[in-house]
């Protein structure tokens, strides 16, 4: 399964109260156990790298089939689960808040149980790190990251789901990476969510003109880049008029106009060119190679990127994407139907249904463990439980 990429889910309040908490472990343990029997640790990791698949599991464990918290309650629960039952080959780091930070506390502790070597320790970190900072600051699209959660299994294999929420539109809008995937080139695919009309993309493929400008802007000399920004800044301000700076002709110009009208938008809130003058000159002492270390370079920030990006625009022709990166998959709203919803969508849980569906998959996994003919009866019952969830 390839797809990786984003889901946009209404903000929900509200707790999982604690006996659905109970049957929400359980059948999320006895998931995962029937999956790494029969396909490994890493193919289940990978499977929760498709946004469409991961709320179908959401809802198949009981949590609302289109809130918010399919994302913080469905990682919490995997995370526990995952930790308490170690021998499954895969464990579940961060989380919402507090918990996303200690995701570099947690890698070391996470390697030495699954007994991955120093060189995957050092590629999760950096993982970890860089799709944080991509996602907040390569892909501008008003949503605030608030959850960050890293998944990985006994051969290293890892995939990264974060969640950020747009407080003004009550939504929020989740990020699945997997190992493998380009980090700077339409990284999400079969995205799940409504579009809106300008972002700022820097990973769009279309945009590779302007990551490389913005790599060759942070290596040249401070002073002579906040020169030029300066000089577009007072245009953003009003402070000059355009044509001072632009040779068009009259009919171009009012072209032109409209366009940078349209385009600053997502150009806004801009650093003031003192406080660009500051990085530029911390970046030039790093000189990095590459976008990985730029990004890494503590301080580089959204508003940053953004003066870069405007600069490159403006200065050296090289626009960036604005396409919000959001398509319409199939809906796994069908999963909620077998053992119902915490909200009662599309109806109220029935612990009774949910207990027999538990007990199903423990048997499961107990028969195929045993082997030869008993394994092959176990898994023919497995195939006919998706008839089952969608009744």
Known sequence: MDLEGIAELPLH?????????????RLAKAILEVMVLEYGSEKVVERFSNPLWFQAFNNVIGMDWDSSGSTTVTTGILKEVTWSSPELGVLVLGGKGVRARRVPLEIPV??????LDTRTCRELEKASRLIAKIDSSMLQDNYTLYHHTLLVSESGFWT???????????LARRYHWRRGTSFYSDPHEAISGYKHDLVLNLVASESSGVRKTILDIVCSKPESVVSDYARIYNVVKKQKPIVDYITSTSTGLVEYRSSLEKRLVVYKPLPLPKELLSKLKKLYEVYPRDLDELLLVRGVSAKTLRALTLISDLVYNEPPSTRDPVNTPYDPFIYAYAIGGKDGIPYPVRRRDAEEVIVT??????????????????????????TYFIK
């Open 13 to 25: 309040s509200g707790r999982v109260p604690p006996w659905l908490a109970v049957i929400m472990k």
């Open 110 to 115: 996470a390697s030495e149980i699954l007994g």
């Open 160 to 170: 990264i789901v974060q969640q950020g929420m747009n407080i003004e539109k009550k």
């Open 361 to 386: 998959l423990e048997d499961i996994v107990r028969e195929a463990r045993i082997g030869g003919r008993e394994r092959l009866l176990a898994l023919k019952r497995l195939s006919k439980l998706r």
